[in-house]
């Protein structure tokens, strides 16, 4: 058997985890110091905007549609496996466009996504109000209406992926810390890590993964590949609000000046958004009052949302890579057997099926299975 370490049990490691566990020639074990789905995870509003993105070929596309087509079937199968129930969102995603914005460049990404197999919808104001009467249509010209993207709960599928991995074999360790990579020169340039040194002892290892998020940059190998693989913290910030009847009828995510209305059901909502960027030293002091811009943007697209009773406030950092684009799938220069699944900034939980997918296939090509 072949033996996989992976390292981060946020929404990317559990995914892979998962996937993986499929593979009847792998043992696979999943290294976390937190309990599932903390950190940036935890933190997510899950939203996958998929063919409502202006990425259109390449990586970037691919990766979107690859994991949107993959969390219709995902979804399913985890709750049929663990039992589970997985808040996730078919009413597709609304995105709002203000005065000032270029409406050309939306018909060009409907017209290439209709021949990609994808539907979107330009709704004009009239169509808005008649259909979405909870919005504010001051300053907006249009919306575009993707009825075959999501928004899933980050947290309850990360928990799901966890069960389901476990069903299939798979061994987690929570309250781990990785120490430290023994390596092996095998050429003149390439080396293997045959062995991680962990807080609970020594793990032999065939193939490492790292997953880890804002906390891969502290653990790599060697201080090169700290300087080369530098990912930093952004902070969102969000709400959980409360309101006596829903918003409307029809419920789709709303977003609009980077601001997300998600729908949870009984007339919750969530609400958030990216806030802040660290200054030079990555250091990001959670300042609480960031969230009243976010909530006051939200109550301009929704003004019923000003009745609201706040049920919790919270804060996450996404790992966001210095220098390169996001996120990073890669062997790690010079091993020929640790491979990064990193730095997905704001993307993780809608790209993760495809990170997974991406992963499994460098590992199977490599293995020849």
Known sequence: MTHVVV???GIVGATIAYELSQIPQLTVT?????????ASTGAALGVLMGAI????????WQMRETSIKRYETLIPELENITGRSILFNRQGILMLCFVGEDLQKWEEV???????????QQLDVAQIQSHYPQINCENIIAAIYSPQDRQVDPTALTLALVDAAEHNGVNFQFGVKVEAFQTVNTTETQR??????TTAGEINVDWIIIAAGLGTTPILPTENHQKSINIRPVLGQAVQLKLSQPLGE???????DDVHIVPLGNAEYWVGATVEFPGNDDHIVVDQTQINPVLEGAIRLCPALSEATIIRQWSGLRPRPDGKPAPIIEYLSGYENILLAT????????LAPATAETIRKMIVKKLGI
């Open 192 to 197: 293997i890590c045959p062995q991680l040194f």
């Open 343 to 350: 730095g997905h900034y704001r993307n993780g939980v809608l």
């Open 110 to 120: 409907i017209n290439i996504r209709k021949t990609q197999g994808w539907h979107l």
């Open 53 to 60: 993105s202006h990425k259109t070929k390449g990586r970037a």
């Open 30 to 38: 999943v290294l976390d110091q937190q309990p599932p789905g903390q």
């Open 7 to 9: 390292i981060g049990c």
């Open 250 to 256: 029809l419920e789709p995510v709303i977003t609009g």
